[in-house]
């Protein structure tokens, strides 16, 4: 999946820009941080390290992206100092903490030469679930549906699954895809497609031109001040899960990351920085 | 004497190596055979492993006829295509284009199988979406496999070609046989052997290819009924869950990996079969 780093490397560059001083630490840092877990958060912590590796030239910061399921399980077995995670943790997940860094929000997407404007949670279930296969019951042209859903494991599927109440083996997909960029790629390509992924991806992409159009959801519109006072019906948290007692050197980047000098870091990958 | 036994000792690890690589495979693979059994990797209604033992689907079926039907389309499609290209080549391309050619063959050779991916998933997909939508096909993955096989069948059949000895081809022309009758009557029977090794190496490789495959045939998991319906072959399967997999799902995985091994293994022995039973007869 070597292009879709250099995509999120790309987006990590646009980030070093708005760089600013960071926060004083006390006491000379040094190691090595092994962070693993959610391909959506994994970006933003890639940049985040840089950073502080640049604050203390003696710490190492090596993010691995596998998904959040990944990230709990190598912070438990201690394969992992810090996972990550972009969703809020379960209750059986209740022996981790979880630091939220950022929030993001998942949209529908469809090609920017799609009619259709809106859709509202019955007409995503119908779309979804294969009752409606044309574009014409929802309101857009007379055209089948391409329906886009992610594989089986990825957090963005659960949390889509769980908000319209959908059990996986009722969504019925044209097209399955692995990570958020395949899916714009997908929908770019396609002008009967709609798809599910993550608002900093879609933004992102859209703003540098890829044909994909957001839509609202029930009536609010997919954007980082919705999903920031809470009114997206969509959102989730993005967080850095640790297991047990934390050592100086985890709590320092679980500190910095969440310290207002990421702001832009974060608002560089179209997430939405926790407050103020 | 040494050298001997240095030999021996590379032969012992590469052996080694395969033997440790499969009993990796076994052995990550029993947790899912233990507990969701080997019949309903073929008798489940579909695949959704992610809600564990009990309460998943675990079929495979589906991805197996995925992945033979892309390998077996793009093997049919490469082998004329390839043989064609090496004849070409051989044969009847002039010195100085013949040589230019073969290099521009070497270069697709050499284009790794991400970048044949990008260009299905932005270019050809969604053309042949167009004819047919969606685009990310059974078909488009065929044509892409096609692609990548290719270079594999014509620059190992040039080589066979070439290796037939110039005498043959001097006793033809002595015969005053016209080059399409020296070719079919005598160059093709002698190289019969590495002809038929260049299709299955590229039969391997169509199997094993996973990157490609999973940006354009759309991985649903489904029989499919035309060429124009998305599916999900074996190895695509193993890169887009292993990462977000766990405990039963992981295992149901290494078992995808387990069948593409048992299916390699099937093709070597055909190919030692074909090259004991036919060509010694």
Request: charged share 15%; net charge neutral; proline share 6%.
């Amino acid at each position: 999946m070597a292009h879709f780093a250099i995509v999120a490397a790309l987006a990590g560059l646009a980030g070093c820009s708005g760089q600013r001083d960071a926060p004083a630490v006390q006491g000379e840092l040094s190691g090595r941080l092994v962070i693993s877990g959610s391909s959506t958060v994994a970006p933003l912590v890639a940049e985040i390290g840089k950073h502080f590796e640049k604050l203390h030239p003696r710490v190492r910061v090596d993010v691995q992206s596998g998904g959040s399921s990944r990230g709990i399980a190598d912070v438990r077995r201690g394969t992992a100092d810090i996972g990550m995670a972009s969703r809020a943790l379960k209750q059986e997940e209740s022996d981790l903490v979880a630091h939220t860094i950022a929030a993001d929000g998942i949209t529908m997407i469809v090609h920017r030469s799609n009619p259709v404007a809106a859709l509202d949670d019955a007409q995503v279930v119908s779309i979804y679930t294969g009752a409606a296969g044309n574009w014409s019951a929802v309101g857009g042209k007379d055209a089948p549906i391409t329906v886009v859903s992610k594989a089986e494991g990825r957090s963005t599927l659960e949390l889509f699954l769980s908000h319209f109440k959908l059990a996986a083996n009722e969504v019925r997909p044209g097209i399955v895809i692995g990570d958020n960029l395949q899916g714009i790629l997908t929908v770019a390509g396609d002008p009967n497609a709609i798809a599910y992924v993550s608002i900093g991806t879609a933004r992102f992409e859209a703003s540098s031109g890829r044909a994909i159009k957001l839509l609202p959801m029930n009536g609010v519109a997919p954007t980082v001040a919705s999903v920031r006072d809470g009114s997206f019906p969509l959102s989730r948290p993005l967080n850095l899960l640790t297991h047990g007692p934390v050592a100086p050197l985890q709590q320092a980047f679980i500190d910095y990351a969440r310290s207002v000098a990421m702001r832009p870091v974060v608002e560089a990958l179209y997430f939405v920085p926790i407050a103020p | 004497m040494t050298l001997l036994w240095a030999l021996r000792f590379l032969a012992a690890m590469a052996a080694g190596i395969i033997v440790l690589v499969v009993g990796f495979l076994i052995v990550e693979s029993i947790p899912a055979l233990r507990s969701v059994g080997l019949l309903r990797f073929i008798n489940d209604p579909g695949w959704h492993p992610a809600a564990g033992a009990l309460h998943g689907e675990f079929n495979l079926g589906p991805m197996l006829v995925g992945t033979l039907a892309a390998a077996g389309g793009a093997v049919l499609l490469a082998t004329p295509l390839g043989l064609g290209s090496a004849l070409f080549s051989r044969f009847y391309a002039p010195a100085t284009a013949g040589r230019w050619y073969r290099r521009l063959v070497e270069v697709l050779a050499g284009i790794p199988s991400v970048v044949y991916g990008f260009w299905g998933l932005v270019v050809l997909a969604p053309l042949i979406g167009q004819w047919q939508p969606p685009g990310q096909s059974l078909l488009t993955g065929t044509l892409i496999l096609t692609l990548m096989i290719l270079p594999t069948v014509a620059l190992l059949s040039e080589a066979s070609l070439r290796s037939v000895p110039a005498s043959y081809l001097r006793g033809t022309a002595a015969l005053g046989l016209s080059r399409w009758a020296s070719i079919h009557g005598v160059v093709l029977p002698a190289a019969r052997g590495g002809i038929l090794t260049s299709i299955l190496l590229a039969t391997g490789r169509a199997l094993g290819e996973t990157m490609a495959l999973l940006m354009v045939t759309g991985n649903v998991v489904q029989v499919p009924r035309s060429m124009f319906d998305p599916v999900r072959m074996l190895t695509s399967n193993i890169a887009l869950e292993l990462g977000y997999a766990m405990d039963n799902h992981r295992s149901a995985l290494f078992v995808s990996g387990l069948i593409l091994m048992a299916l390699i293994a099937a093709l070597v022995a055909m190919a030692e079969w074909i090259s004991d039973e036919r060509l010694h007869a």
